[in-house]
């Protein structure tokens, strides 16, 4: 697994051995970040269910400024710290927050009062826990944000999940990438 673009472009990252995590696929990752890459530069960013983080660190090679990563495994938090630790030597000094928590992913949501522009939501699929954290943080999200959540093809979620309506499903295979954009009202008067 490597970083595809950006300021460390081409960075090898570590992953967690055994069963314990499902990467995000390369192409899946890639068509992603197509998908929002003019929606990363500058923004505060959350990789909720981190696992290697690969979802928040390819953002900051891509100019986030920042990224919060959040797993309730200990194994995920220190793969997480290694591939951060090698990312920042090569990144300017544009980064203005990054941290690691490991705890659960909806305790964070509960407790935390940071805000953010884009964030990635990738559970366990068996879980049963998108839903619930896709509820609770778009309450955590800034105007104009984007949520970018990954399923399996089994799974269902809402058109419209507070001020955020769903614009766009990706289907690779098995698997599923919902895309939620914040909407704004005030600007249908315009």
Known sequence: ?????GSVRGLRLETLTGNDSRPTAA?????????????????????????SGQMGLEALSRGAAGCVFVDNSAKAAKVVRNNLSRLLKGLPDHIKNVNVINTDAMSYLKSTEDSFDLVFI?????????????????????????????????????????????????????????????????????
């Open 27 to 51: 192409k899946v990752k890639e068509a992603v970040f197509s998908a929002i890459q003019f929606e990363i530069d500058g923004r505060q960013v959350l990789d909720l269910f981190a696992g």
């Open 1 to 5: 697994m490597r970083i595809i673009a």
């Open 122 to 190: 990738d559970p366990p699929y068996a879980s049963n826990l998108l839903k619930p954290a896709l509820d609770a943080v778009q309450k955590l999200m800034n105007k104009g944000g984007v949520i970018v959540c990954e399923s399996d093809a089994d799974t269902r979620l809402p058109e419209k999940v507070g001020r955020f309506f769903l614009n766009r499903v990706y289907n690779y295979g098995r698997v599923h990438i919902w895309l939620y954009r914040y909407y704004d009202e005030s600007r249908e008067c315009e």
